[in-house]
T-cell receptor
């Protein structure tokens, strides 16, 4: 089954404790991206990757890092999380047209 | 650069029609439409490319007016399953991946 998986689905952490949210797709898509979703603001792009070892900033990259060492994986790293990073996060992969979204990760930073 | 969507929210009775608009201050290359049900991930509905084409499937269709830099999503004879938040996503060039921006969403509620 074609899918994008994310882990964990829910995470509660404390300020400053490094965390990684994993994202994996099985559709051999070159393009992958991370979004955060906040009420009234829609989906805002954090980072995207056009292919292995090619990443670039989206609209709200501050406080986040990514890496793309393999085509299927695109982890999101928060080196020192802060409360303003509490949000719902989605990973997406795509070819030229439609984006396939993962199920989401709800992150709470205390 | 975020596109503007209108209305912000709409409530319908089953069988009624709705139109959701998406407009941009920048020239558009393409417009995507997605629907997100509560607690779920967004799901792709359709993409419209520069050229003014209209697309649709079942009772959901969309148009793209590149001169006006806007797109409209048409939902006819709405069903309960149409409830959710609708997002437009805009691309400003054919340099794929860059400058793809989602709108803030339109919440649609269909009542029996």
């Amino acid at each position: 089954e074609a899918q994008v998986t994310q882990n964990p689905r829910y995470l509660i952490t404390v300020t400053g404790k490094k965390l990684t949210v994993t994202c994996s797709q099985n559709m051999n898509h070159e393009y992958m991206s991370w979004y955060r979703q906040d009420p009234g603001l829609g989906l805002r792009q954090i980072y995207y990757s056009m292919n292995v070892e090619v990443t670039d900033k989206g609209d709200v990259p501050e406080g986040y890092k990514v890496s793309r060492k393999e085509k299927r994986n695109f982890p999101l790293i928060l080196e020192s999380p802060s409360p303003n990073q509490t949000s719902l996060y989605f990973c997406a992969s795509s070819k030229r047209d439609r984006k396939f979204f993962g199920p989401g990760t709800r992150l709470t930073v205390l | 650069q975020q596109p503007v969507q209108s209305p912000q929210a709409v409530i319908l009775r089953e069988g009624e029609d709705a139109v959701i608009n998406c407009s941009s201050s920048k020239a558009l290359y393409s417009v995507h439409w997605y629907r997100q049900k509560h607690g779920e991930a967004p799901v792709f509905l359709m993409i419209l490319l520069k050229g003014g084409e209209q697309k649709g499937h079942d009772k959901i269709s969309a148009s793209f007016n590149e001169k006006k830099q806007q797109s409209s999503l048409y939902l006819t004879a709405s069903q309960l399953s149409y409830s959710g938040t609708y997002f437009c996503g805009t691309e400003f060039s054919d340099n794929y991946g860059q400058n793809f921006v989602f709108g803030p969403g339109t919440r649609l509620s269909v009542l029996p």
